[in-house]
């Protein structure tokens, strides 16, 4: 069964440094997601894609973290500096197509900040 | 910006009592998708809803869809162990797609 792939599993980082995180989409999903989630809370949305382009990243905090899927297949989450706050669980998920459909999660990604 | 919220936060039931989640959204929705998330893992698609006052079953399972498509629920009969996890609510809107995930509410079953 295809799966969303996501690296790496964990991360340790002391905070002023940089992360990054990849993942892999379903092969032919078109709508990829990268969303954090805190324990115990939901999954936010950082930033949308279709194909290359971004759809909404309104609630990416630009002065630190940067998206990208240049060719429309992987990804990668930036974020620099970390901060203390950025600990938390960093999902992809990915879907055949724009508004409906359900999501694909990878396993994620998850960072501790020191 | 759009809010998604879920009540209760948590429930603790004993195995063989129903359970019952409600979400309601702040703003109209296109659909509704509900994914539940067991300890440690993450969201798995379980249904969507697109149609106003739609109902679906699945098993032990019923969602439904508010006539407003602002609110739904979702309702487990006979609960069991491996019910335990934490059920989201997640909405769609615009043409954007946006995907919005509710606050989530957590299940505790005991024997």
């Known amino acids: 069964e295809a799966e969303v792939a996501q690296s790496p599993r964990y991360k340790i980082t002391e905070k002023s440094q940089a992360v990054a995180f990849w993942c892999d989409p379903i092969?032919?999903?078109?709508?990829l997601y990268w969303y954090r989630q805190i324990l115990g809370q939901g999954p936010e949305l950082l930033v949308q894609?279709?194909?290359?382009?971004?759809?909404?990243d309104s609630q990416l905090p630009k002065d630190r973290f940067s998206a990208e899927r240049l060719k429309g297949v992987d990804s990668t989450l930036k974020i620099q500096p970390a901060e203390l706050g950025d600990s938390a669980m960093y999902l992809c998920a990915t879907r055949l197509e724009a508004g409906t459909g359900e999501l694909f999660f990878g396993e994620g990604s998850r960072l501790t900040v020191l | 910006g759009q809010q998604v919220m879920q009540i209760p936060q948590y429930q603790h039931v004993q195995e063989g009592e129903d359970f019952t989640t409600y979400c309601n959204s702040s703003t109209t929705l296109s659909n509704i998708q509900w994914y539940k998330q067991r300890p440690g893992g993450h969201p798995v698609f379980l249904i969507q809803?697109?149609?106003?006052?739609e109902v679906k079953k699945q098993k032990r399972l019923t969602f439904q869809f508010g006539e407003a498509k602002k609110n739904s629920s979702l309702h487990i009969t006979a609960t069991q162990t491996t019910d335990v996890g934490t059920y989201f609510c997640?909405?769609?809107?615009?043409?954007?797609?946006?995907?919005?995930f509710g606050t989530g509410t957590r299940l505790q079953v005991t024997l």
């Open positions: 894609f279709q194909d290359e382009s971004v759809v909404d």
């Open positions: 092969s032919g999903h078109a709508t």
């Open positions: 997640a909405g769609n809107t615009g043409t954007a797609s946006k995907l919005t």
């Open positions: 809803l697109v149609k106003s006052g």
